[in-house]
Every structure is written in structure tokens, then in C-alpha cells.
């Protein structure tokens, strides 16, 4: 009797312990430390590398300053496995945002992907968390053809814009109520940034990181990545 009671002891337990398969499923979150602003960044199939990157690498250079509020930066995408990049980077999200738990979101990021002039905005779940996220955000972003995510989200509405160049006439026909302008290389209205991406989405953000942080902390920031940044040489559009 001593023996089948242990045997089935044992057997209990063996079941009760995750299977390797469970394991390695296991999602670990990255930490959100307290006191930082949340920095969310939106990627898909088809993200390009530098209106993700180029911000990624400004924004999460906060946390190396001194004196100011840093920024915790993390991705956000409506799935658990990789997401890959137009140019072929594998990226495996920090957040599912169709069903994780997200901290509360200060600044969203919506770099530009391969779709977002056509299949991507037809994606309702994705066009309806920016805008739940945008009711409450400090700010909103946007670089390249991201722009058209805020258009069908409805939050250019009575702004300003801009676009990557060669998709302006292109966003102008698909929205043809909105002002896009074409002789800037980021446009600030209200808590809306947008910018033509490419290299200027690392100019973008560090003009957000202006505006939080002063022009000193701006061009630690810039300098740090050996980036030659004064605001004034750059054509931007502030709406007042």
C-alpha cells in the first residue's frame, strides 16, 4: 500500500511540473521601471528598420542622463511571435496588445511598414488601439508612411502634417481633407509629431527630446550618436 501511495505521490508531482514546451513558452515582459516615461513603439511585418531604429536608439539614450525624466522603451504588436522587418530583422515583441496587460503609454511611435498604404489599414484592431492609446498619450509619432496609420486612425483631423516625400501626393488623394505639407521634415502640431523618416526620424526625436528635456540634453543625446543636431538647421513646421 506504502508503495502505490508513493507511487502516486510521485506521479502527482511530475505532473504538476511545466513540461519543457511550457517553459519555453513562458513570456517574460521587459521591466518598466517607475518614474520614466513609457515609450511604446507599434511594429508589424514590414517595419522598416530606420523609423523604428533611429528613435529606438534616441529615446532609450534618455536613461543615461542625468536630472531628467528617462524613457523605459518597448515594443508593442498584435502577436507573440517575431515580426519581420522589410529588410529582414526578427524582432519578438515585448507586448501583445490585443491581449497583455500594457502600462500606461506616454508617447506612442508609429514607424513606417511595407503596408501602411494599403492592407494595414484595412487592420481594425490595430487602427482602433492607436487611437485608445492616443486619448491619453502625451505624445504621438509618427515617421514615413506611419502618417497614413494617424490619418485612418482620425487623429490628423484639423492638424498638420507630413509624410515621407514621395507619398505625399499619395496620402493627399487617400485624405484629401488633410493639410500635409511638403517643404518641412517633421511637422509638431498640438501633441502630434510626424516626420518623412529616413535619417529624419532621428532628428524628429531628438526634437521631442527637446521639448522634454531642453536644448542641452538634446545635444548630449545627439552627440552621444555622433549626430550633428541644432534644431534651426532643420525644416520643420511647429503649429502654434
Not at 488601439?129 to 506611419?146: I, L, M, P, R, Y
Request: aromatic content about 10%; overall charge negative; charged content about 25%.
Amino acid at each position: 500500500m506504502k508503495k502505490i501511495l508513493l507511487f502516486l505521490f510521485t506521479v502527482s508531482l511530475v505532473a504538476c511540473q511545466p513540461t519543457k514546451k511550457e517553459q519555453e513558452t513562458t513570456k517574460t515582459f521587459p521591466e518598466i521601471k517607475p518614474n520614466r516615461y513609457n515609450v511604446a513603439f507599434l511594429i508589424m511585418d514590414g517595419t522598416y528598420n530606420t523609423e523604428l531604429t533611429a528613435p529606438f536608439d534616441i529615446f532609450q539614450h534618455t536613461i543615461f542622463r542625468k536630472g531628467i525624466k528617462p524613457m523605459n522603451v518597448f515594443t508593442v504588436a498584435d502577436t507573440d511571435t517575431p515580426v519581420t522587418t522589410f529588410e529582414g530583422m526578427r524582432i519578438l515583441p515585448d507586448f501583445n496588445y490585443l491581449k497583455d496587460q500594457l502600462p500606461k503609454i506616454d508617447i506612442l511611435v508609429v514607424p513606417s511598414a511595407e503596408h501602411h498604404l494599403d492592407t494595414d489599414l484595412e487592420n481594425k484592431e490595430m487602427i482602433a488601439f492607436v487611437q485608445k492609446v492616443a486619448k491619453d498619450a502625451k505624445f504621438v509619432t509618427s515617421h514615413c508612411d506611419g502618417a497614413f496609420v494617424l490619418a485612418k486612425a482620425g487623429l490628423l483631423q484639423n492638424k498638420v502634417s507630413t509624410t515621407f516625400p514621395s507619398d505625399i501626393d499619395k496620402m493627399r488623394e487617400m485624405f484629401p481633407s488633410l493639410d500635409i505639407r511638403k517643404e518641412v521634415l517633421f511637422v509638431h502640431d498640438d501633441n502630434l509629431i510626424t516626420s518623412a523618416g529616413g535619417a529624419k526620424s532621428f532628428e524628429a526625436a531628438l526634437y521631442l527630446c527637446e521639448l522634454l528635456y531642453g536644448k542641452e540634453i538634446a545635444k548630449s543625446i545627439s552627440g552621444g550618436l555622433v549626430i550633428d543636431w541644432d534644431v534651426t538647421k532643420v525644416p520643420h513646421l511647429v503649429v502654434p
